[in-house]
């Protein structure tokens, strides 16, 4: 009888624990913790005593201190125990212990140390904000994945500004991203080849090594990302640099005619030049990894290759020279990350990769099949990354549902597989006209998937973008956010690599009918959509943020939105016109989208070096000018 008491205590205690943790304390809570314990009806830390811990807590994580402390406050003194235990088993692994005045964080290293601190922080903005004393709570945490990435495409026009970078190395810290990459292809200023990069506004040696010190303070790494192989069109488009393409002339790819978009790995002043890039650039990162890309090679046997590629394989050849940079990378003191969308091709070489490679297996559709494609790594015994995408590129406005999608898929089955890594990747192809605001939503989601995948994150997506990321009291930034990113679900249109707004701005010289979602464009769902924008629109208008980029926020929002909607405006005129064409629709009517365009066009250029670069802009802004031409032809 005894026994049954105590198991139904027991139970009973169990019960009002998980019943607690899952209200209004775990809403504060960015990450979902991976065991916590909430004793109800208990006082842990008093209203009275949050506003000097505060004051603490923001002091300590600046100095990533570890110690004993007892903090005097208006109420009770607080005993506060910060300690350093490297043999915790997991990745990031802290223990928070919250009791009666007193706290007792135990970390495995500096990074958990702050990742403790800040889920204190937000528990004490339970008791602010709710005006309730904080109860007992034990938290048990870590990350389920070693490494957790942002790769922010740096090549396609948009370079940040120092400020810029440092402040979203500031946001990766708190959102416990503790690596980050820059991808380039052309926008490191290499100094013999300047005419590369002369218009881009590259980054300099002396600014990389300034960020990578910034980012070893923050506890981020930062992995070099310079691509090798394919996307090398900002280089070969130049003459001097013609002996190096796989194809000088038009090769008939998947993607149809392409030229001078990679190497030709048969030529040795392919491996040259690359031996040369990677002597001047990695010294200036202190991260013992680097990512060589290797991703796209489309042209890959088609030129210059053919002949080998017809003895010993498409294949080989990809992975001969893949080697190759390897070696390389490994010359320089660094380890090698590639993309592993082309040895997918050939499965049966992966065995082959060697074993200090590591593969970034990237995916950005909500159906591809991230199971699939990490079996065959796991099998070889190789280190491998999951790499979703947060579906901004193409989209002005987001593509918020394949990315949730995605980027679950990639922490459900990275997990399963045993991953060492989740890269999110934020890509900006033609002309990046996606400003950084509408990559938060999937930004921050993402960032939470990488340390432990839990189905209420989404729910509570809208708070936490205004609470910690926007600072809106009114809520409506995160709101407005999330229904323009969904928006383009209106349409109606099959998923792809682009929304219908994107395809209308980008297509405009060619075929509805002949694109596999253009063809499905209708009025209703362009009405649809046009409606649902407005929504966000207005919902913006509302909104109050106050965070350091609320300014920016509200203008880059609003100038996607208009963007988005002019694309729905070229859209339905191109349905009424004959045989769908831009070129039939009226005169008139062409000259009032073009009056349109020239305003988008404006605000695109003032936007822009809020954060960005000068250089790149003038590239950007001639796909739009090429459209305003044709509108006024």
């Given at each position: 009888m005894k026994f049954r008491l105590v198991i139904f205590i027991i139970t009973l205690f169990l019960s009002n624990s998980l019943l607690y943790a899952n209200d209004s304390i775990s809403k504060y809570l960015f990450f979902e913790p991976q065991t916590i314990t909430i004793q109800k009806d208990s006082t842990a830390i008093s209203q009275l005593q949050i506003g000097d811990l505060q004051d603490f807590i923001n002091s300590s994580i600046q100095e990533s201190s570890a110690g004993i402390w007892k903090l005097k406050t208006s109420a009770e003194t607080i005993d506060i125990f910060f300690e350093i235990n490297a043999e915790m088993l997991h990745y990031d692994a802290y223990t928070l212990k919250i009791s009666k005045s007193k706290i007792h964080l135990n970390a495995k290293n500096l990074n958990a140390l702050r990742y403790g601190k800040q889920t204190l922080l937000q528990l004490l903005e339970f008791v602010r904000l709710e005006d309730k004393p904080l109860p007992n709570i034990i938290i048990e945490d870590w990350a389920n994945f070693q490494k957790r990435g942002?790769?922010?495409?740096?090549?396609?026009?948009?370079?940040?500004?120092?400020?810029?970078?440092?402040?979203?190395?500031?946001?990766?810290?708190?959102?416990?991203?503790?690596?980050?990459?820059?991808?380039?292809?052309?926008?490191?200023?290499?100094?013999?080849?300047?005419?590369?990069?002369?218009?881009?506004?590259?980054?300099?040696?002396?600014?990389?090594?300034?960020?990578?010190?910034?980012?070893?303070?923050?506890?981020?790494?930062?992995?070099?990302?310079?691509?090798?192989?394919?996307?090398?069109?900002?280089?070969?488009?130049?003459?001097?640099?013609?002996?190096?393409?796989?194809?000088?002339?038009?090769?008939?790819?998947?993607?149809?005619?392409?030229?001078?978009?990679?190497?030709?790995?048969?030529?040795?002043?392919?491996?040259?030049?690359?031996?040369?890039?990677?002597?001047?650039?990695?010294?200036?990162?202190?991260?013992?990894?680097?990512?060589?890309?290797?991703?796209?090679?489309?042209?890959?046997?088609?030129?210059?290759?053919?002949?080998?590629?017809?003895?010993?394989?498409?294949?080989?050849?990809?992975?001969?020279?893949?080697?190759?940079?390897?070696?390389?990378?490994?010359?320089?003191?660094?380890?090698?990350?590639?993309?592993?969308?082309?040895?997918?091709?050939?499965?049966?070489?992966?065995?082959?990769?060697?074993?200090?490679?590591?593969?970034?297996?990237?995916?950005?559709?909500?159906?591809?099949?991230?199971?699939?494609?990490?079996?065959?790594?796991?099998?070889?015994?190789?280190?491998?990354?999951?790499?979703?995408?947060?579906?901004?590129?193409?989209?002005?406005?987001?593509?918020?549902?394949?990315?949730?999608?995605?980027?679950?898929?990639?922490?459900?089955?990275?997990?399963?597989?045993?991953?060492?890594?989740?890269?999110?990747?934020?890509?900006?192809?033609?002309?990046?006209?996606?400003?950084?605001?509408?990559?938060?939503?999937?930004?921050?989601?993402?960032?939470?998937?990488?340390?432990?995948?839990?189905?209420?994150?989404?729910?509570?997506?809208?708070f936490l973008l205004n609470h910690y990321v926007f600072n809106d009291k009114t809520g409506y930034t995160a709101k407005a956010l999330l229904t323009l990113g969904n928006a383009y679900l209106k349409t109606g249109i099959p998923e792809g690599n682009a929304n219908a707004f994107h395809l209308m701005i980008r297509r405009y010289t060619w075929t509805m009918n002949g694109h596999y979602q253009t063809k499905h464009l209708n009025e209703k769902g362009l009405l649809a959509a046009k409606l649902e924008i407005e929504k966000g629109l207005e919902e913006l208008q509302k909104a109050e943020p106050t965070s350091k980029d609320a300014k920016i926020i509200l203008k880059e929002v609003k100038q996607a939105s208009h963007l988005a909607l002019f694309g729905i405006h070229l859209g339905l005129e191109r349905l009424k016109a004959k045989d769908m064409k831009t070129e039939n629709i009226p005169k008139k009517t062409r000259q009032k989208l073009a009056l349109e365009l020239e305003g988008l066009i404006e605000h695109h250029t003032a936007i822009w070096v809020v954060r960005n670069r000068e250089g790149g802009l003038s590239d950007s802004v001639s796909k739009f000018e090429d459209l305003l031409n044709y509108l006024k032809k």
């Open positions: 942002y790769m922010l495409d740096i090549s396609r026009d948009k370079v940040p500004t120092m400020n810029s970078l440092y402040f979203l190395i500031d946001q990766l810290a708190d959102w416990r991203i503790n690596e980050l990459q820059l991808y380039t292809e052309h926008t490191f200023a290499y100094r013999n080849h300047q005419k590369v990069w002369k218009n881009a506004s590259p980054l300099t040696a002396p600014e990389i090594q300034a960020l990578d010190a910034y980012c070893l303070k923050k506890g981020i790494d930062l992995v070099p990302n310079q691509n090798s192989f394919g996307h090398m069109e900002n280089w070969l488009k130049h003459d001097e640099y013609l002996d190096l393409s796989e194809c000088e002339t038009d090769c008939k790819t998947i993607w149809g005619s392409r030229k001078r978009t990679a190497l030709a790995p048969t030529n040795p002043k392919s491996l040259e030049l690359m031996q040369e890039l990677y002597t001047e650039l990695l010294p200036n990162f202190s991260s013992k990894y680097a990512n060589i890309g290797g991703d796209e090679t489309v042209e890959l046997g088609l030129g210059k290759s053919k002949s080998l590629s017809e003895q010993i394989g498409k294949g080989q050849v990809y992975l001969n020279f893949l080697k190759k940079l390897n070696e390389e990378i490994i010359k320089n003191g660094k380890q090698t990350q590639f993309w592993g969308d082309i040895v997918l091709n050939h499965p049966e070489l992966i065995k082959d990769i060697p074993k200090n490679m590591t593969a970034l297996v990237w995916g950005y559709d909500a159906t591809y099949p991230f199971d699939k494609n990490l079996a065959p790594f796991q099998e070889a015994n190789l280190d491998f990354y999951v790499c979703p995408g947060t579906s901004s590129w193409r989209s002005e406005i987001g593509r918020n549902h394949n990315a949730f999608i995605n980027l679950k898929n990639a922490a459900f089955e990275g997990k399963k597989y045993g991953a060492k890594g989740y890269l999110i990747t934020d890509w900006g192809d033609y002309g990046h006209f996606q400003p950084k605001s509408v990559s938060y939503a999937t930004l921050v989601l993402g960032a939470s998937y990488a340390w432990n995948y839990s189905e209420k994150t989404l729910d509570n997506l809208e």
